[in-house]
């Protein structure tokens, strides 16, 4: 794969303000690659999306699209003149116009009436095109837009929070739906989301963001199982943070931003009860079931311990009671 986009030292300050809202960044995005850039509120993802757009001038830095310097000494590419489209978390539908009324109003679609065709029907919302946007649902309508978008097959799709209108039941089937769409349209997407599920679920290569800068790139698995702080462990969803003087066999370890100690990130799942001779369990920790609360069909337990308090998930079949005492190890695949 080639090289589509490349940004390199990219930053932005607002008024006068001292935080920038990005804060040198510095990524490449392959040809046909799907990339997530995740972070918490106010971490730079909207403003870095804005830039790549041409919605906003960065202060510094440089960008460059398909062979395309995008900005630089007296040189802006302003939005309309970009070979990329941006997705809004809205969609922006004009409410005043037919689905096929839309589809149709992006810059060049007219030119493009075979491969609309096409999109319509890949999405499955070629029967929609006489209704009005108000009359269809939500993930239809993310459809539509993106139809909007993929008609004049750019090279570069951008896409701000995707699935934040849709509920939990249709994001999932919708984040399948956008992966297949993305790989049969041969299709490079750069998303934003404070989901880490969508970045997991759909990207190739994750960008976790903090404070405006990018504290960790790499593909879902990396970020998920070697995060580099605790920050990104903690946003992947919960974790034991155990310091690795405990567990100095840890194939990964980290410093803890707020202790200052090598820390091992050890999700939930990843504990195990031990019913037997411990010896062989390295390591393992006996303690006092505190809670249990039920997720389904797991149940999440918290384990008071003598050296700290775990989170650990088993399935329900476990017959686990508050008070119980429990040993618990680590798996063996989180050992080198």
Do not use: W
């Amino acid at each position: 794969m080639t090289v589509l986009l490349s940004l390199r030292e990219v930053s932005k300050t607002y008024g006068s303000s001292n935080l920038p809202a990005v804060d040198g960044i510095s990524f490449e995005c392959q040809g046909g690659e799907i990339t997530a850039i995740i972070g918490g509120s106010g971490s730079g993802k909207s403003t870095l999306l804005r830039i790549i757009a041409g919605l906003e001038i960065p202060d510094s830095g440089h960008i460059v699209l398909n062979g395309i310097a995008l900005n630089g000494f007296s040189q802006f590419v302003p939005p309309e003149k970009r070979d990329c489209t941006l997705v809004p978390q809205d969609y922006a539908l004009f409410p005043n116009m037919t689905i096929r009324q839309n589809v149709f109003f992006g810059k060049r679609a007219q030119d493009k009436p075979t491969r609309i065709r096409e999109l319509l029907e890949l999405t499955r919302i070629e029967k929609l095109e006489h209704r009005y946007p108000h009359q269809i649902s939500g993930g239809e309508q993310q459809r539509v837009a993106l139809v909007r978008a993929l008609a004049t097959n750019p090279s570069l799709l951008l896409l701000d929070e995707p699935l934040s209108n849709l509920d939990q039941e249709l994001r999932d089937s919708v984040r399948t739906e956008l992966i297949d769409l993305f790989r049969k349209t041969e299709t490079t997407a750069l998303f934003v989301s404070h989901d880490t599920d969508d970045a997991i679920t759909m990207a190739d290569k994750v960008i976790v963001l903090r404070d405006g800068k990018a504290v960790q790139i790499g593909t879902p698995t990396v970020v998920y199982n070697q995060p580099t702080n605790s920050y990104i462990a903690l946003l992947f969803g919960k974790t034991n943070l155990i310091p690795l003087e405990i567990f100095p066999k840890a194939r990964y370890n980290f410093a803890d931003s707020e202790s200052g100690l090598q820390v091992v990130s050890v999700r939930p799942h990843e504990l195990k009860l031990v019913n037997k001779d411990t010896s062989q369990c390295s390591p393992h920790f006996s303690g006092k079931v505190l809670s249990i609360q039920s997720k389904g069909n797991s149940q999440e337990v918290i384990l008071d311990t003598k050296e700290l308090t775990l989170t650990a998930s088993f399935p329900i079949s476990h017959r686990i009671h508050v008070g119980d005492l429990l040993t618990v190890a680590v798996e063996e695949n989180q050992s080198m």
